[in-house]
């Protein structure tokens, strides 16, 4: 067994399915903000029940979340030991920071937000989730930070053999930075207007009480898809003349790229430095997929008159494209980090030499027990936001008045 190997699809393996936690959180958060906001406006009661009941699902999934980014943590300390003393001192600064000023502040916001319903203000409780959702995008961004200097390091000197920050303000104007975040925003923000659409479409196509309440939900995921897929779309296109010159060898070859790996190969010795064909496949099918759920345009019309709703079909389409998001995500993540092989950092630091000294076992051992672990966390969570959300918005636990049952909770519609 190849211990590199292991280590690799470790990594894979600990960094997609937290991702998906990752595009759910913040594409649900950005949506309360809206639901909530537009309570504090109307004073509808129908709004509050939307947001309790799309803010319940978000707290699963945030908390299991942080899990699936804890174990991740580990498998940095435990298998890439090289990349922490090579280029510890560049990259961990704005892991610290994500750490200390977003996700702290983010979990604080969301504790208060949590345990705040009916004991403060409605205007107070509002700013505290949408301190939430910025702190969730700030977290986002010093994340995409971190991983841009993989993909092209900036504004670090070597001295030592290791890699030590010199111009901070590099690593903020990073070529590889601004359209990939944009991206990832987008992505997210399709990720949760698909996932409202198609609950959504589910409570319809069961016919469920709270027709109106649903039927709102539905149009309003499917208007954030519709945005969010042209944003995805024109974002993910405008990267590829950056990549293109930060990253010569990712998309094929040419005289840039033949010069560059010249110089590799008389710095680091003969190889092949040409990525895995698995990140241009990945690409293709991700660009299909995006494609293909630009086609949630022509649902708009359709899906603004009741009787179109009552046919079912449409309800359907949408129920059925739930999991293509999700695997676009996930192709577009591979295309990106698999794309910069055999490099972590690219250019300047090879795979083989970023992984620990352990033997292909222990390896083997930690692969298995962070894939059954991240396994049954991403099947728990799914379980719980499959069960929370087929019992509808009747009566959300989240934000339950002390006592009992909320007096909104009955099965009129509260929509017009």
Same mark, same amino acid.
């Given at each position: 067994?190849?211990?590199?190997?292991?280590?690799?699809?470790?990594?894979?393996?600990?960094?997609?399915?937290?991702?998906?936690?990752?595009?759910?959180?913040?594409?649900?958060?950005?949506?309360?903000?809206?639901?909530?906001?537009?309570?504090?406006?109307?004073?509808?009661?129908?709004?509050?029940?939307?947001?309790?009941?799309?803010?319940?699902?978000?707290?699963?999934?945030?908390?299991?979340?942080?899990?699936?980014?804890?174990?991740?943590?580990?498998?940095?300390?435990?298998?890439?030991?090289?990349?922490?003393?090579?280029?510890?001192?560049?990259?961990?600064?704005?892991?610290?920071?994500?750490?200390?000023?977003?996700?702290? +502040?983010?979990?604080?916001? /969301?504790?208060?937000?949590?345990?705040? @319903? &009916?004991?403060? *203000? $409605?205007?107070?409780?509002? #700013? %505290?989730?949408?301190?939430?959702?910025?702190?969730?995008?700030?977290?986002?961004?010093?994340?995409?930070?971190?991983?841009?200097?993989?993909?092209?390091?900036?504004?670090?000197?070597?001295?030592?053999?290791?890699?030590?920050?010199?111009?901070?303000?590099?690593?903020?104007?990073?070529?590889?930075?601004?359209?990939?975040?944009?991206?990832?925003?987008?992505?997210?923000? +399709?990720?949760?207007?698909? /996932?409202?659409?198609?609950?959504?479409? @589910? &409570?319809?196509? *069961? $016919?469920?009480?709270?027709? #109106? %309440?649903?039927?709102?939900?539905?149009?309003?995921?499917?208007?954030?898809?519709?945005?969010?897929?042209?944003?995805?779309?024109?974002?993910?296109?405008?990267?590829?003349?950056?990549?293109?010159?930060?990253?010569?060898?990712?998309?094929?070859?040419?005289?840039?790229?033949?010069?560059?790996?010249?110089?590799?190969?008389?710095?680091?010795?003969?190889?092949?430095?040409?990525?895995?064909?698995?990140?241009?496949?990945?690409?293709?099918?991700?660009?299909?997929?995006?494609?293909?759920?630009g086609c949630v345009w022509l649902l708009l019309p359709l899906l603004w008159r009741d009787w179109v709703i009552r046919l079912r079909f449409p309800l359907w389409?949408?129920?059925?494209?739930?999991?293509?998001?999700?695997?676009?995500?996930?192709?577009?993540?591979?295309?990106?980090?698999?794309?910069?092989?055999?490099?972590?950092?690219?250019?300047?630091?090879?795979?083989?030499?970023?992984?620990?000294?352990?033997?292909?076992?222990?390896?083997?051992?930690?692969?298995?027990?962070?894939?059954?672990?991240?396994?049954?966390?991403?099947?728990?969570?799914?379980?719980?936001?499959?069960?929370?959300?087929?019992?509808?918005?009747?009566?959300?636990?989240?934000?339950?008045?002390?006592?009992?049952?909320?007096?909104?909770?009955?099965?009129?519609?509260?929509?017009?």
């Open positions: 067994m190849d211990t590199l190997l292991l280590a690799r699809l470790q990594f894979a393996t600990t960094t997609s399915i937290h991702f998906l936690f990752v595009v759910v959180t913040l594409g649900l958060v950005t949506l309360l903000v809206g639901l909530q906001t537009a309570w504090l406006l109307t004073g509808n009661p129908a709004w509050e029940r939307l947001t309790r009941f799309w803010g319940q699902l978000y707290v699963i999934n945030y908390v299991l979340g942080i899990a699936t980014g804890i174990v991740m943590e580990f498998q940095f300390g435990l298998n890439w030991s090289g990349l922490s003393r090579y280029v510890g001192n560049v990259f961990g600064a704005p892991l610290a920071i994500e750490t200390l000023v977003a996700f702290f +502040l983010e979990s604080t916001f /969301l504790g208060m937000w949590i345990f705040g @319903w &009916h004991r403060l *203000r $409605r205007g107070v409780h509002l #700013a %505290l989730l949408w301190g939430v959702a910025l702190t969730a995008y700030a977290s986002a961004f010093w994340i995409m930070v971190a991983n841009s200097w993989l993909q092209n390091p900036v504004g670090y000197e070597l001295r030592d053999g290791v890699a030590h920050l010199t111009d901070f303000t590099a690593l903020l104007t990073n070529p590889s930075l601004g359209m990939a975040f944009g991206h990832v925003v987008a992505a997210a923000l +399709l990720t949760g207007g698909v /996932l409202m659409a198609a609950v959504s479409a @589910w &409570h319809l196509i *069961r $016919r469920t009480p709270d027709f #109106a %309440l649903f039927r709102t939900s539905l149009r309003i995921g499917l208007v954030t898809a519709a945005v969010a897929v042209t944003l995805v779309q024109g974002f993910g296109f405008a990267q590829f003349g950056p990549v293109a010159q930060v990253q010569p060898t990712k998309f094929g070859g040419g005289p840039e790229a033949d010069a560059l790996v010249a110089e590799w190969t008389a710095r680091f010795g003969p190889g092949d430095y040409s990525p895995p064909v698995l990140s241009n496949v990945g690409l293709g099918f991700m660009i299909l997929i995006g494609f293909t759920l389409l949408i129920l059925f494209a739930l999991p293509l998001p999700f695997v676009a995500v996930i192709l577009g993540w591979i295309a990106r980090e698999v794309g910069r092989q055999p490099w972590v950092a690219y250019g300047l630091l090879p795979t083989g030499q970023a992984v620990s000294g352990v033997d292909a076992g222990m390896m083997l051992a930690s692969l298995i027990g962070f894939s059954l672990l991240l396994g049954a966390l991403a099947v728990t969570n799914w379980t719980l936001l499959a069960r929370h959300a087929a019992r509808g918005a009747a009566d959300p636990a989240l934000g339950r008045p002390p006592g009992g049952r909320d007096d909104d909770a009955r099965p009129e519609p509260a929509f017009a």
